[in-house]
């Protein structure tokens, strides 16, 4: 069995996302999506995208969901 998967279609059904969320994430500055080509086929190491999910669990759930929405903290009020 490969250990890559290696097209957009594969990788957004590997993910359970959409093509066009996969080559956002896979663009974005901050901890892309862990792709690369190879002759002009896009692959994805699975052993990488485990990585990379751990990664997007932890800092999900270090953050306060207020700071990761980037809205300010809300204070109680009696």
Same mark, same amino acid.
């Given at each position: ?13 590997? #993910? $359970? &996302? ?15 999506? %862990?792709?690369? /080509? ?14 990379? #999910? $751990? &990664? ?15 809205? %300010?903290?809300? /204070?109680?009020?009696?």
């Amino acid at each position: 069995m490969s250990t890559y998967v290696e097209t957009w279609k594969s990788i957004a059904h590997a #993910l $359970g &996302r959409s093509e066009r969320w996969c080559r956002y994430m896979a663009q974005r500055d901050m901890d892309p999506l %862990p792709v690369f /080509k190879v002759g002009g086929i896009v692959r994805l190491n699975l052993h990488d995208l485990e990585d990379w #999910l $751990g &990664r997007q669990r932890t800092r999900t759930l270090a953050r306060p969901v207020a700071e990761a929405l980037g809205a %300010p903290a809300l /204070k109680l009020i009696a």
